[in-house]
């Protein structure tokens, strides 16, 4: 099986929203981030004031697109705008850092992030910070691997990559003999 594609999530991947969001609330941002939460008027004031469009890059983020843009594998993005209410919204901001930044990879900006699942195949990965994102995009059949370091994330993919080629491999030599 040769990897069809790779997915890069954005936000804690890329880009840096929880610095922006705490230099705005002196708070972390993950309790708003919970599934099914209802969001405050803080995250109506992030989206309103275009922050998604000047994040700074996420630390290691830069490290990880010069090493991704190295393997022969189609990139895409895959991000979540954070719900319906605000989707077009986030999506444009969203697209305007890719532009900003020189990234022209086709941008799959979905309305939640339980639907990036939805992109699983078993020749897909993604790179996520989100871990029931990555559970659940690991139980829908693709490679999902979580992101917290990015010597880590480079490692496990490398791994991933590696296991791929020496499935190949064997596959060649079983069937020459």
């Given at each position: 099986?040769?990897?069809?594609?790779?997915?890069?999530?954005?936000d804690?991947?890329?880009?840096?929203?929880?610095?922006?969001?705490?230099?705005?609330?002196?708070?972390?941002?993950n309790?708003?981030?919970?599934?099914?939460e209802?969001?405050?008027?803080?995250?109506?004031?992030f989206?309103?004031?275009?922050?998604?469009?000047?994040?700074?890059?996420?630390?290691?983020?830069?490290?990880?697109?010069q090493?991704?843009?190295?393997?022969?594998?189609?990139?895409e993005?895959?991000?979540?705008?954070?719900?319906?209410?605000?989707?077009?919204?986030?999506?444009?901001q969203?697209?305007?850092?890719?532009?900003?930044?020189?990234?022209?990879?086709?941008?799959?900006?979905?309305?939640?992030?339980?639907?990036?699942?939805?992109?699983?195949?078993?020749?897909?990965?993604?790179?996520?910070?989100?871990?029931?994102?990555?559970?659940?995009?690991n139980?829908?059949?693709g490679?999902?691997?979580?992101?917290?370091?990015?010597?880590?994330?480079?490692?496990?993919?490398?791994?991933?990559?590696d296991?791929?080629?020496?499935v190949?491999?064997?596959?060649?030599?079983?069937?020459?003999?």
């Amino acid at each position: 099986m040769k990897i069809q594609k790779l997915y890069l999530d954005m936000d804690g991947v890329l880009s840096d929203f929880g610095k922006r969001y705490k230099e705005m609330w002196k708070i972390e941002p993950n309790p708003q981030r919970e599934r099914g939460e209802k969001r405050d008027n803080k995250w109506d004031e992030f989206v309103d004031g275009n922050n998604f469009e000047t994040l700074d890059w996420f630390p290691g983020g830069k490290e990880l697109l010069q090493y991704v843009l190295t393997l022969d594998i189609p990139i895409e993005i895959l991000s979540s705008s954070g719900g319906r209410d605000h989707h077009e919204f986030v999506k444009k901001q969203k697209k305007v850092w890719l532009k900003k930044h020189y990234i022209d990879f086709p941008a799959n900006i979905v309305p939640g992030r339980a639907l990036k699942a939805d992109y699983a195949k078993p020749d897909i990965i993604l790179i996520d910070d989100t871990q029931d994102v990555i559970d659940d995009f690991n139980m829908a059949g693709g490679i999902g691997i979580l992101h917290k370091d990015i010597q880590q994330t480079i490692r496990i993919l490398q791994e991933v990559l590696d296991t791929e080629e020496e499935v190949l491999y064997n596959d060649k030599v079983d069937k020459t003999q």
